[in-house]
């Protein structure tokens, strides 16, 4: 469960705040973007 809460049937996220420097450490896929999405 999240939280304390009861047993969740469905959990949606709303915000996601990533820093900066976070995403500077992420270079995307290694294959583009096309291949990521034919594996899809």
């Known amino acids: 469960n999240v939280f304390g809460f009861k047993a969740l049937?469905?959990?949606?996220?709303?915000?996601?705040?990533?820093?900066?420097?976070?995403?500077?450490?992420f270079f995307g896929p290694p294959h583009g973007i096309q291949v990521e999405r034919d594996k899809l």
Request: proline share 0%.
């Open 9 to 25: 049937r469905a959990l949606r996220l709303e915000d996601l705040r990533i820093s900066k420097a976070y995403v500077k450490t």
